[in-house]
Protein backbone atom coordinates (compact mmCIF):
# COMPACT_ATOMS: atom_id res chain seq x y z
CA UNK A 1 0.00 0.00 0.00
CA UNK A 2 1.35 3.33 -0.96
CA UNK A 3 1.50 5.81 1.74
CA UNK A 4 3.68 8.15 0.84
CA UNK A 5 4.35 9.55 -2.77
CA UNK A 6 7.25 11.63 -4.65
CA UNK A 7 6.79 13.89 -7.20
CA UNK A 8 9.11 12.88 -10.11
CA UNK A 9 10.35 15.70 -12.14
CA UNK A 10 8.97 15.88 -16.21
CA UNK A 11 6.32 12.66 -16.34
CA UNK A 12 3.28 15.13 -16.03
CA UNK A 13 0.13 13.27 -15.15
CA UNK A 14 -3.01 15.48 -16.25
CA UNK A 15 -6.19 15.49 -14.32
CA UNK A 16 -9.39 14.36 -15.55
CA UNK A 17 -10.48 17.29 -17.16
CA UNK A 18 -7.00 18.12 -18.63
CA UNK A 19 -7.15 14.72 -20.42
CA UNK A 20 -10.70 14.89 -21.75
CA UNK A 21 -8.46 18.17 -23.77
CA UNK A 22 -5.40 15.66 -24.64
CA UNK A 23 -7.81 13.19 -25.70
CA UNK A 24 -9.79 15.58 -28.01
CA UNK A 25 -6.24 17.08 -29.36
CA UNK A 26 -5.12 13.63 -30.46
CA UNK A 27 -8.47 12.48 -31.77
CA UNK A 28 -8.31 16.12 -34.06
CA UNK A 29 -5.00 14.66 -35.69
CA UNK A 30 -5.80 11.21 -35.83
CA UNK A 31 -8.89 12.33 -37.75
CA UNK A 32 -6.57 14.95 -40.08
CA UNK A 33 -4.01 12.38 -40.95
CA UNK A 34 -6.50 9.45 -41.74
CA UNK A 35 -8.13 11.65 -43.85
CA UNK A 36 -4.90 12.04 -46.27
CA UNK A 37 -4.40 8.39 -46.19
CA UNK A 38 -2.30 8.05 -43.30
CA UNK A 39 -2.26 4.77 -41.54
CA UNK A 40 -1.44 3.99 -38.33
CA UNK A 41 1.65 1.72 -36.65
CA UNK A 42 3.13 1.59 -33.14
CA UNK A 43 6.56 0.83 -32.49
CA UNK A 44 8.37 -1.09 -29.44
CA UNK A 45 9.69 1.44 -26.73
CA UNK A 46 12.93 -0.26 -26.64
CA UNK A 47 15.89 0.35 -28.87
CA UNK A 48 19.33 -0.93 -29.24
CA UNK A 49 21.36 1.94 -28.19
CA UNK A 50 23.72 1.60 -31.13
CA UNK A 51 21.04 2.87 -33.52
CA UNK A 52 19.68 5.53 -30.89
CA UNK A 53 22.50 7.25 -30.71
CA UNK A 54 23.24 6.76 -34.31
CA UNK A 55 21.62 10.22 -35.48
CA UNK A 56 22.60 12.99 -33.84
CA UNK A 57 23.64 14.43 -30.51
CA UNK A 58 21.47 12.66 -28.14
CA UNK A 59 23.69 9.95 -26.59
CA UNK A 60 23.03 12.01 -23.24
CA UNK A 61 19.60 11.79 -23.19
CA UNK A 62 18.75 8.30 -23.81
CA UNK A 63 17.71 6.19 -20.71
CA UNK A 64 19.53 3.15 -20.49
CA UNK A 65 17.39 -0.30 -19.30
CA UNK A 66 18.90 -3.08 -17.65
CA UNK A 67 17.02 -5.70 -15.15
CA UNK A 68 16.89 -5.04 -11.27
CA UNK A 69 17.68 -9.00 -10.14
CA UNK A 70 20.24 -9.78 -13.72
CA UNK A 71 23.15 -11.49 -13.44
CA UNK A 72 26.36 -9.14 -13.01
CA UNK A 73 27.68 -10.32 -16.73
CA UNK A 74 24.37 -9.71 -18.48
CA UNK A 75 22.78 -6.60 -16.65
CA UNK A 76 23.79 -4.61 -19.89
CA UNK A 77 20.82 -5.07 -22.39
CA UNK A 78 22.26 -2.93 -24.67
CA UNK A 79 18.53 -1.44 -25.43
CA UNK A 80 17.38 2.11 -24.36
CA UNK A 81 13.70 4.13 -24.45
CA UNK A 82 13.57 5.76 -27.94
CA UNK A 83 14.15 9.55 -27.17
CA UNK A 84 11.84 10.19 -30.23
CA UNK A 85 10.15 8.52 -33.12
CA UNK A 86 11.86 8.66 -36.74
CA UNK A 87 14.49 6.52 -35.41
CA UNK A 88 11.91 3.60 -34.34
CA UNK A 89 10.35 4.23 -38.41
CA UNK A 90 13.87 4.28 -39.80
CA UNK A 91 14.55 0.58 -38.19
CA UNK A 92 10.90 -0.60 -38.66
CA UNK A 93 10.45 0.31 -42.57
CA UNK A 94 13.83 -1.26 -42.88
CA UNK A 95 12.06 -4.77 -40.93
CA UNK A 96 9.49 -4.64 -42.50
CA UNK A 97 10.08 -2.96 -46.01
CA UNK A 98 8.60 -6.57 -47.84
CA UNK A 99 4.91 -6.12 -46.50
CA UNK A 100 4.73 -2.33 -46.94
CA UNK A 101 3.51 0.01 -49.73
CA UNK A 102 5.65 2.70 -51.18
CA UNK A 103 5.06 5.94 -51.04
CA UNK A 104 4.65 4.41 -47.21
CA UNK A 105 2.27 7.13 -45.57
CA UNK A 106 2.20 6.27 -42.08
CA UNK A 107 1.16 8.01 -38.69
CA UNK A 108 2.32 7.25 -34.86
CA UNK A 109 0.69 8.50 -31.88
CA UNK A 110 2.82 7.41 -28.87
CA UNK A 111 5.45 8.24 -25.95
CA UNK A 112 8.95 8.84 -25.83
CA UNK A 113 11.43 9.54 -23.03
CA UNK A 114 14.86 11.86 -22.59
CA UNK A 115 16.92 12.17 -20.19
CA UNK A 116 17.45 15.72 -20.14
CA UNK A 117 16.76 18.27 -17.35
CA UNK A 118 13.00 18.92 -16.86
CA UNK A 119 11.93 22.80 -17.99
CA UNK A 120 8.85 24.72 -19.02
CA UNK A 121 7.74 23.09 -22.17
CA UNK A 122 10.54 19.67 -22.23
CA UNK A 123 9.57 16.22 -20.51
CA UNK A 124 11.70 13.41 -19.58
CA UNK A 125 8.52 11.21 -20.39
CA UNK A 126 5.73 12.80 -23.37
CA UNK A 127 3.72 12.12 -25.95
CA UNK A 128 4.42 12.83 -30.04
CA UNK A 129 2.19 12.26 -33.02
CA UNK A 130 3.99 12.04 -35.95
CA UNK A 131 3.39 11.73 -39.66
CA UNK A 132 5.65 10.51 -42.22
CA UNK A 133 5.78 9.74 -46.02
CA UNK A 134 8.84 7.07 -47.24
CA UNK A 135 9.55 6.08 -50.29
CA UNK A 136 11.78 3.47 -51.77
CA UNK A 137 15.04 5.23 -52.89
CA UNK A 138 13.32 8.03 -54.53
CA UNK A 139 10.42 10.37 -52.94
CA UNK A 140 9.04 13.76 -54.87
CA UNK A 141 9.61 16.86 -52.95
CA UNK A 142 5.57 17.42 -53.60
CA UNK A 143 5.79 15.36 -50.85
CA UNK A 144 7.38 18.25 -48.50
CA UNK A 145 4.65 20.67 -49.97
CA UNK A 146 2.31 18.32 -48.85
CA UNK A 147 2.89 17.88 -45.11
CA UNK A 148 3.14 21.62 -44.39
CA UNK A 149 -0.49 21.62 -45.56
CA UNK A 150 -1.53 18.47 -43.69
CA UNK A 151 -0.39 20.38 -40.51
CA UNK A 152 -1.97 23.44 -41.52
CA UNK A 153 -5.45 21.66 -41.61
CA UNK A 154 -4.19 19.72 -37.94
CA UNK A 155 -3.86 23.15 -36.54
CA UNK A 156 -6.82 24.91 -38.32
CA UNK A 157 -8.95 22.38 -36.24
CA UNK A 158 -7.61 22.54 -32.76
CA UNK A 159 -8.49 25.57 -30.16
CA UNK A 160 -5.44 26.89 -30.05
CA UNK A 161 -3.66 30.84 -30.28
CA UNK A 162 -2.78 31.42 -33.66
CA UNK A 163 0.33 29.02 -34.61
CA UNK A 164 3.05 30.21 -37.00
CA UNK A 165 5.22 27.38 -38.89
CA UNK A 166 8.22 28.62 -40.04
CA UNK A 167 10.45 26.68 -43.10
CA UNK A 168 13.75 26.65 -44.37
CA UNK A 169 15.32 24.18 -46.72
CA UNK A 170 18.64 23.09 -45.60
CA UNK A 171 19.68 22.97 -49.34
CA UNK A 172 19.75 26.73 -49.24
CA UNK A 173 22.06 26.86 -46.13
CA UNK A 174 24.74 24.51 -47.02
CA UNK A 175 24.70 25.32 -50.76
CA UNK A 176 24.93 29.25 -49.30
CA UNK A 177 28.10 27.94 -47.14
CA UNK A 178 29.80 26.33 -50.08
CA UNK A 179 29.55 29.42 -52.25
CA UNK A 180 31.08 31.42 -49.19
CA UNK A 181 33.71 29.19 -49.53
CA UNK A 182 33.45 27.31 -46.21
CA UNK A 183 34.94 24.01 -46.04
CA UNK A 184 32.38 21.08 -46.62
CA UNK A 185 33.57 19.41 -43.33
CA UNK A 186 32.69 22.40 -41.23
CA UNK A 187 28.88 22.35 -42.83
CA UNK A 188 27.43 20.33 -39.72
CA UNK A 189 28.71 22.62 -37.56
CA UNK A 190 27.86 25.52 -38.67
CA UNK A 191 24.22 24.60 -39.38
CA UNK A 192 24.55 23.36 -35.33
CA UNK A 193 25.90 27.06 -34.21
CA UNK A 194 23.47 28.78 -36.70
CA UNK A 195 20.63 27.06 -35.12
CA UNK A 196 21.04 28.28 -31.90
CA UNK A 197 20.45 31.39 -33.01
CA UNK A 198 17.65 32.33 -31.11
CA UNK A 199 18.56 30.63 -28.28
CA UNK A 200 22.05 32.65 -27.76
CA UNK A 201 21.77 35.67 -30.13
CA UNK A 202 23.87 36.76 -33.37
CA UNK A 203 26.88 37.54 -31.04
CA UNK A 204 27.48 34.51 -29.12
CA UNK A 205 26.98 32.63 -32.81
CA UNK A 206 29.60 34.95 -34.24
CA UNK A 207 31.64 33.27 -31.32
CA UNK A 208 30.74 29.75 -32.13
CA UNK A 209 31.11 30.02 -35.83
CA UNK A 210 34.94 31.63 -34.84
CA UNK A 211 35.67 28.41 -33.07
CA UNK A 212 34.17 26.53 -35.98
CA UNK A 213 37.20 27.47 -38.48
CA UNK A 214 35.34 30.21 -40.35
CA UNK A 215 36.90 33.31 -40.74
CA UNK A 216 35.00 37.00 -39.71
CA UNK A 217 33.26 37.93 -43.11
CA UNK A 218 32.55 34.53 -43.75
CA UNK A 219 30.30 33.89 -40.29
CA UNK A 220 29.21 37.68 -41.16
CA UNK A 221 28.10 36.33 -44.19
CA UNK A 222 26.00 33.29 -42.77
CA UNK A 223 24.64 35.55 -40.42
CA UNK A 224 23.41 37.94 -42.60
CA UNK A 225 21.98 35.17 -44.49
CA UNK A 226 19.92 33.64 -41.47
CA UNK A 227 18.23 37.54 -41.09
CA UNK A 228 16.50 36.88 -44.06
CA UNK A 229 12.45 36.44 -43.44
CA UNK A 230 9.17 36.73 -45.37
CA UNK A 231 5.81 35.16 -45.67
CA UNK A 232 5.79 35.33 -49.41
CA UNK A 233 8.55 34.19 -51.93
CA UNK A 234 10.44 37.61 -51.78
CA UNK A 235 12.68 35.88 -49.94
CA UNK A 236 14.67 34.62 -53.26
CA UNK A 237 15.92 38.05 -54.14
CA UNK A 238 17.02 38.71 -50.58
CA UNK A 239 19.57 35.72 -50.80
CA UNK A 240 20.53 36.58 -54.35
CA UNK A 241 21.91 40.35 -52.82
CA UNK A 242 24.18 38.69 -50.86
CA UNK A 243 26.44 37.63 -54.14
CA UNK A 244 26.76 34.10 -53.13
CA UNK A 245 26.47 31.46 -55.94
CA UNK A 246 26.24 27.57 -55.80
CA UNK A 247 23.81 25.31 -58.00
CA UNK A 248 22.88 23.27 -54.17
CA UNK A 249 21.60 26.86 -53.40
CA UNK A 250 19.85 27.24 -56.73
CA UNK A 251 17.59 24.06 -55.89
CA UNK A 252 17.15 24.73 -52.33
CA UNK A 253 15.58 28.50 -52.83
CA UNK A 254 13.21 26.82 -55.81
CA UNK A 255 12.12 24.05 -53.43
CA UNK A 256 11.56 26.66 -50.80
CA UNK A 257 9.73 28.88 -52.91
CA UNK A 258 7.28 25.84 -53.54
CA UNK A 259 6.50 25.34 -49.99
CA UNK A 260 5.60 28.83 -49.48
CA UNK A 261 3.51 29.98 -52.55
CA UNK A 262 1.55 26.88 -51.90
CA UNK A 263 1.04 27.36 -47.96
CA UNK A 264 -0.08 30.54 -49.64
CA UNK A 265 -2.57 29.66 -51.44
CA UNK A 266 -4.04 26.95 -49.52
CA UNK A 267 -3.51 27.77 -45.66
CA UNK A 268 -2.93 31.76 -45.76
CA UNK A 269 -0.81 32.97 -43.11
CA UNK A 270 0.84 30.02 -41.50
CA UNK A 271 3.98 29.91 -43.05
CA UNK A 272 6.92 32.19 -43.50
CA UNK A 273 10.13 30.86 -44.72
CA UNK A 274 12.74 31.79 -41.88
CA UNK A 275 16.40 30.89 -43.15
CA UNK A 276 17.89 30.86 -39.48
CA UNK A 277 16.23 27.61 -38.91
CA UNK A 278 18.71 24.49 -39.31
CA UNK A 279 17.10 21.58 -37.44
CA UNK A 280 20.51 20.37 -35.09
CA UNK A 281 20.25 16.68 -36.34
CA UNK A 282 21.79 15.53 -39.11
CA UNK A 283 19.99 13.73 -41.39
CA UNK A 284 18.12 16.66 -42.48
CA UNK A 285 18.42 17.28 -45.71
CA UNK A 286 15.70 19.42 -47.11
CA UNK A 287 12.36 21.17 -46.08
CA UNK A 288 12.95 21.97 -42.36
CA UNK A 289 10.02 22.79 -40.13
CA UNK A 290 9.29 24.43 -36.97
CA UNK A 291 6.36 25.94 -35.21
CA UNK A 292 5.43 28.33 -32.73
CA UNK A 293 2.42 29.65 -31.13
CA UNK A 294 2.35 33.57 -31.68
CA UNK A 295 2.77 35.31 -28.62
CA UNK A 296 4.54 32.13 -26.78
CA UNK A 297 7.52 31.87 -28.82
CA UNK A 298 9.63 31.11 -25.32
CA UNK A 299 8.03 27.70 -24.79
CA UNK A 300 9.68 26.82 -28.38
CA UNK A 301 8.57 24.90 -31.91
CA UNK A 302 5.44 22.89 -30.96
CA UNK A 303 5.85 21.13 -34.35
CA UNK A 304 8.69 20.17 -36.33
CA UNK A 305 10.69 18.19 -38.86
CA UNK A 306 11.92 17.90 -42.05
CA UNK A 307 13.37 15.69 -45.35
CA UNK A 308 15.98 13.20 -44.69
CA UNK A 309 17.41 10.83 -47.63
CA UNK A 310 19.72 8.57 -45.93
CA UNK A 311 18.26 7.88 -42.50
CA UNK A 312 16.87 4.05 -43.27
CA UNK A 313 18.46 1.85 -45.40
CA UNK A 314 19.59 -1.89 -45.84
CA UNK A 315 22.57 -1.30 -47.47
CA UNK A 316 21.13 -2.11 -50.64
CA UNK A 317 18.34 -0.01 -50.94
CA UNK A 318 18.00 3.42 -49.40
CA UNK A 319 14.44 4.77 -47.89
CA UNK A 320 14.18 8.47 -48.13
CA UNK A 321 11.67 10.48 -46.32
CA UNK A 322 10.11 13.56 -45.40
CA UNK A 323 8.25 14.01 -41.52
CA UNK A 324 6.53 16.33 -39.07
CA UNK A 325 6.38 15.72 -35.06
CA UNK A 326 3.79 17.59 -33.31
CA UNK A 327 5.16 17.91 -29.35
CA UNK A 328 1.83 17.41 -28.18
CA UNK A 329 2.94 17.16 -24.06
CA UNK A 330 4.74 20.19 -24.52
CA UNK A 331 2.14 21.82 -26.37
CA UNK A 332 -0.76 20.78 -23.50
CA UNK A 333 1.73 22.14 -21.04
CA UNK A 334 1.20 25.62 -21.98
CA UNK A 335 -2.31 25.57 -23.17
CA UNK A 336 -3.03 24.28 -19.24
CA UNK A 337 -0.32 26.61 -17.31
CA UNK A 338 -1.78 29.77 -18.73
CA UNK A 339 -5.39 28.11 -19.26
CA UNK A 340 -5.79 28.46 -23.02
CA UNK A 341 -8.20 25.92 -23.12
CA UNK A 342 -10.93 24.05 -21.45
CA UNK A 343 -12.95 21.42 -21.31
CA UNK A 344 -16.68 21.99 -21.47
CA UNK A 345 -17.26 20.09 -18.22
CA UNK A 346 -14.63 17.35 -16.13
CA UNK A 347 -16.39 14.02 -17.33
CA UNK A 348 -17.46 12.19 -20.02
CA UNK A 349 -20.86 12.07 -18.25
CA UNK A 350 -24.25 13.80 -19.97
CA UNK A 351 -26.88 12.80 -17.70
CA UNK A 352 -26.89 11.35 -14.28
CA UNK A 353 -29.69 9.11 -13.38
CA UNK A 354 -30.89 10.46 -9.99
CA UNK A 355 -31.56 7.54 -7.39
CA UNK A 356 -34.90 7.78 -5.50
CA UNK A 357 -34.15 5.17 -2.74
CA UNK A 358 -31.68 2.07 -2.78
CA UNK A 359 -34.23 -0.24 -3.95
CA UNK A 360 -34.49 1.62 -6.87
CA UNK A 361 -31.35 1.07 -8.54
CA UNK A 362 -32.28 -1.70 -10.83
CA UNK A 363 -34.70 0.19 -12.27
CA UNK A 364 -32.29 3.69 -12.42
CA UNK A 365 -29.63 1.06 -14.29
CA UNK A 366 -32.37 0.28 -16.92
CA UNK A 367 -32.58 3.75 -17.91
CA UNK A 368 -29.26 4.17 -17.56
CA UNK A 369 -28.74 1.58 -19.96
CA UNK A 370 -31.37 2.64 -22.76
CA UNK A 371 -29.31 5.49 -22.77
CA UNK A 372 -26.30 4.57 -23.33
CA UNK A 373 -27.63 2.33 -26.16
CA UNK A 374 -28.11 5.56 -27.85
CA UNK A 375 -24.61 6.58 -27.27
CA UNK A 376 -25.58 9.13 -24.63
CA UNK A 377 -22.85 9.03 -22.04
CA UNK A 378 -24.84 8.55 -18.35
CA UNK A 379 -24.25 7.20 -15.15
CA UNK A 380 -26.23 6.52 -12.09
CA UNK A 381 -25.94 8.51 -8.70
CA UNK A 382 -23.91 7.10 -6.18
CA UNK A 383 -26.02 6.56 -3.37
CA UNK A 384 -29.42 7.46 -2.49
CA UNK A 385 -29.45 11.13 -1.13
CA UNK A 386 -31.33 14.12 -0.90
CA UNK A 387 -32.12 15.22 -4.60
CA UNK A 388 -30.59 18.61 -4.43
CA UNK A 389 -27.19 16.74 -3.14
CA UNK A 390 -27.78 14.57 -6.35
CA UNK A 391 -27.83 17.82 -8.12
CA UNK A 392 -25.08 19.16 -6.65
CA UNK A 393 -23.50 15.76 -7.40
CA UNK A 394 -23.66 16.36 -11.00
CA UNK A 395 -23.26 20.17 -11.03
CA UNK A 396 -19.86 20.02 -9.19
CA UNK A 397 -18.35 18.00 -12.18
CA UNK A 398 -20.06 20.02 -14.90
CA UNK A 399 -22.33 17.23 -16.15
CA UNK A 400 -25.57 19.41 -17.79
CA UNK A 401 -28.36 16.81 -17.48
CA UNK A 402 -29.86 14.98 -14.17
CA UNK A 403 -32.68 12.50 -15.03
CA UNK A 404 -35.47 12.17 -12.20
CA UNK A 405 -37.43 8.66 -12.54
CA UNK A 406 -41.01 8.66 -12.43
CA UNK A 407 -42.89 7.99 -9.41
CA UNK A 408 -46.06 6.00 -9.02
CA UNK A 409 -46.51 5.25 -12.78
CA UNK A 410 -45.88 9.14 -13.62
CA UNK A 411 -43.32 9.99 -16.54
CA UNK A 412 -39.69 10.29 -15.77
CA UNK A 413 -38.35 13.92 -15.96
CA UNK A 414 -35.12 15.19 -17.32
CA UNK A 415 -33.70 18.61 -16.09
CA UNK A 416 -30.88 20.56 -17.90
CA UNK A 417 -28.95 22.28 -14.46
CA UNK A 418 -27.83 24.89 -16.04
CA UNK A 419 -30.79 26.67 -16.83
CA UNK A 420 -33.40 24.72 -14.39
CA UNK A 421 -35.61 23.84 -17.65
CA UNK A 422 -37.41 20.28 -16.81
CA UNK A 423 -39.81 18.50 -18.89
CA UNK A 424 -41.02 15.01 -19.17
CA UNK A 425 -38.53 12.54 -21.02
CA UNK A 426 -38.23 8.84 -22.39
CA UNK A 427 -34.72 7.08 -21.90
CA UNK A 428 -35.61 5.12 -25.28
CA UNK A 429 -36.67 8.78 -27.15
CA UNK A 430 -35.14 11.79 -25.50
CA UNK A 431 -31.88 13.33 -27.18
CA UNK A 432 -29.72 16.04 -25.96
CA UNK A 433 -28.01 19.04 -28.11
CA UNK A 434 -25.58 17.84 -29.84
CA UNK A 435 -22.93 20.15 -27.99
CA UNK A 436 -24.00 18.77 -24.67
CA UNK A 437 -23.69 15.11 -25.98
CA UNK A 438 -20.13 14.65 -25.43
CA UNK A 439 -17.62 17.51 -23.84
CA UNK A 440 -16.58 20.22 -26.10
CA UNK A 441 -13.04 21.59 -26.19
CA UNK A 442 -12.91 25.91 -26.40
CA UNK A 443 -10.25 28.37 -26.61
CA UNK A 444 -9.91 31.11 -23.87
CA UNK A 445 -10.90 33.43 -27.15
CA UNK A 446 -13.75 31.50 -27.98
CA UNK A 447 -15.25 31.49 -24.01
CA UNK A 448 -14.53 35.44 -23.49
CA UNK A 449 -17.30 36.18 -26.83
Sequence with gaps: M????????????????????????????????????????????LEPLTELVRQGETSKEVYVVRRLNAEPSGDDTGLGLHFDLTVPLARYVVEHAGKLDFPFRRYQVQRAWRGERPQDGRFREFTQADIDIVGKDTLGFHHEVELTLVAGEAFRRLPLPPVRMLVNNRRIAEGFYLGAGIDAELVPEVLRSVDKLDKIGPDEVRTALSADGLTAAQA?????????????????????????????????????????????????????ADLKIARGLDYYTGTVYETQLVGHEDLGSICSGGRYDALATDGATTYPGVGISFGVTRLLSRLFSRELVVASRRVPTCVVVALPDDASRPRCDRIAAALRAR???????????????????????????????????????????RTGDQLDAGAGTWVPPDTDRHPTISSSKERTQ
Aim: aromatic share 8%; charged share 25%.
Design 220 to 272: DACLRLAEISAADSSFVPQVRALGVEHELLDQGLEELARVVDAAAEHAPGLVV
Design 2 to 45: VTRTVALSGFPEWLPEQRLVEQRVLDTLREVFELHGFSSVETRA
Design 375 to 417: GIPTEVAPDAAKYGKQIRYAERRGVPFVWFPGADGEADQVKDI
